[in-house]
């Protein structure tokens, strides 16, 4: 596997882990955490808009709307324009997790870019959207 790649899938797996864990301090499973942080950024979705942007598939997005649906987290409402469509939402439970979701991923944060300084923090954030960029445009 060419270096920079394992790089990558290195810290994607570390990262990974330590969210895990400060999921589970507040209870929840990194998919619940995803879905609540997409809905609290998104406002009223539908499924597929949640599988895009938490790319999770159909089927565990629907499994993770339903269990948060039972928790009290997330309403489901008719889509007046399509009647076969749900529009999904957080009810002030859920947004309330949704704020403790915010607030591991900056603790996370924090604690990830500690060792670094601020200079190299925004140097690897530009870096970071420099190759976004051109993999987009490829």
């Known amino acids: 596997m060419p270096e920079i790649f394992r790089h990558f899938q290195g810290f994607r797996k570390a990262l990974a882990s330590a969210f895990k864990q400060s999921c ?10 995803a879905v609540l942080k997409a809905l609290a950024d998104l406002g009223s979705s539908s499924a597929v808009d949640l599988c895009q942007a938490t ?4 089927a ?7 269990q948060s649906v039972v928790r009290g987290w997330i309403k489901q409402v008719k889509d007046p324009e399509d ?3 749900c529009r999904l939402s957080l009810t002030a439970l859920g ?9 591991q991923y900056r603790l996370l944060e924090r604690k990830t870019f500690r060792p ?3 200079e190299e923090r925004r140097r690897f954030s530009r870096d970071l959207e420099r190759l976004t960029s051109y993999l987009k445009a490829s």
């Open 24 to 33: 589970r301090s507040i209870n929840l499973d990194m998919r619940q955490a």
């Open 55 to 58: 790319l999770l598939d159909p």
């Open 60 to 66: 565990t997005v629907n499994r993770t709307v339903a």
């Open 83 to 85: 009647r076969r469509c």
């Open 95 to 103: 947004a309330e997790q949704a704020r403790l979701v915010l607030r």
């Open 116 to 118: 670094f300084s601020v």
